[in-house]
């Protein structure tokens, strides 16, 4: 998301928060006169029944920019059998709209018009093209949608500027306690831009027949604006939206977003691989993002995605090279949630894709064994009830995460070794002397008291 690249300040999104709801009504309806809802248009395609349910998701993030040579939307349709025989199900495309050329950096998070696409990623029947061959290939589509602002030459400011955030003297706002400049804040207060931004959601279900949405800094706008948004999507009973907060608040659910964002989860890898915390420290980041949590949602977990690759690095330079990167990803694809991967990481890619996304291209088939690897992983977990949604009982040491994951009479052992160097793993009393088959590589596997992990060593055992 455009703000997450100071998503773990904490400060800065709760005092975001604050003003926001300072300003609204609990009912959103300071309005005296909403606008009326937009006529319906007409449905192109046929509703995908190919939907995954949300706890059997694989979500693949595209970033436009980078993921081929000529940086659209056609690019991506030529890969979507590379996509498809990776093991996602789901395809998460960055902002497809115009982007504001007033104050601007840029960004794709700076949308000009919720209604079109940018001439820089194709056309209407482009974007088309691509949700049909998905859905062709068994993969759903989601939009990513910026909710929280909009560019200054959208047409709004001039046409509604009641809608946005306003000082006393009623001059136009940006975001509040940011430096982000170059987009002006919405203000939900405005029942009329309330149900306009939402007419516009769903008229990309109709028009171009995708499958749901991925809500950028989903944790600015207040949840009961999430809540009527979610409503109307879920009125749409044509299809089946799948749904993400890109956010770490608990009332998102609540809201009934399908999806929350693991960005804590995230810092917790930070914490274990780069300064050395124990691998226990996820037991608790676990459970804390599920808090609320009801029935089938689930928490996106994921070890780089467009914003901390381009701040942060990629996988390879901040977990410990392939290895420890490979191993950290089985951690965000196995533990709890729901996986997502960002373009490349598959590829190993060891350089960072930089804001605004436009000088480097990712560098395909440059590393089979890497791709290998993931191939292999999310294969296994995708022909294991239990390793998709199965009870995790954790048995974490500082040095290894372990847990086992059940359902039905499928049981299944991870153990990942999150250092950099070979360790023991004192397995349970419960565990020990028991016979396994390899999830990965295939044979029996038997455990005595003790088995060694090599340096960001791991291992998928069923039974």
Known sequence: MYFFRNALNKSRAAALTIALLASCKSDGSS?????????????????????PNRE???????????????????????????????GANVVYLMPIYPI????????????????????????????????DGAHSRGLSVMLDWVANHTSWDNAW???HPEWYLRSGAGVIQ??????????????????????????????WVYTANVDGFRFDYADGPPVNF???????????KTHKLLLMAEGARNANFTAGFDYNFGSEFYG????????????????????????????????????????????????????????????????ASLYKGVPMIYNGQEAGMTTAIPFPFTSVKISWGAKPGVTKAYKQLLAARASSPALQHGTTTDYNTPDVCAFTKTAGNEQVLVLV???????QYNVPQALSNTTWTDALQGGSVTLGSRTTLPAYGYRVLKK
């Open 268 to 331: 917790g890898f930070w914490d274990v691989y780069r300064r050395s915390k124990p691998a226990t420290t996820l037991n608790g980041l676990n459970s804390k993002e599920y808090a609320g949590a009801n029935g089938t949602q689930q928490v996106v977990r994921f070890t780089t995605n467009h914003d901390v690759n381009g701040s942060d690095g990629t996988p390879e330079y901040l977990f410990g090279g392939e290895a420890g990167a490979m191993s950290a990803f089985v951690i």
């Open 100 to 131: 504001g050329l007033v104050k601007a950096v840029n960004s794709p998070y700076a949308v000009k018009d919720y209604l079109a696409v940018s001439p820089e990623f194709g056309s209407l029947a482009d974007l088309r093209a691509l949700v």
């Open 174 to 203: 940006s975001p509040p306690n940011t430096n982000y400049t170059d987009v002006a804040q919405l203000n939900f207060d405005s029942a009329p831009m309330r149900l306009a931004m939402i007419d516009a959601m769903k008229s």
């Open 31 to 51: 309005d005296p006169t909403p606008a009326p809802a937009a006529a319906k248009p007409t449905q192109y395609g046929t509703p995908f029944a190919g939907v």
């Open 417 to 423: 070794n999150v250092r950099g160097s070979a360790t």
């Open 157 to 159: 400011i001039n046409q």
């Open 56 to 86: 059997d998701a694989v979500i693949y993030q595209v970033n436009m920019r980078a993921f081929s040579q000529a940086g659209n939307l056609a690019g991506v349709t030529a890969r979507l059998d590379s996509i498809k025989a990776l």
């Open 226 to 236: 999430w809540k009527q948004a979610v409503d109307s999507l879920r009125n749409i």
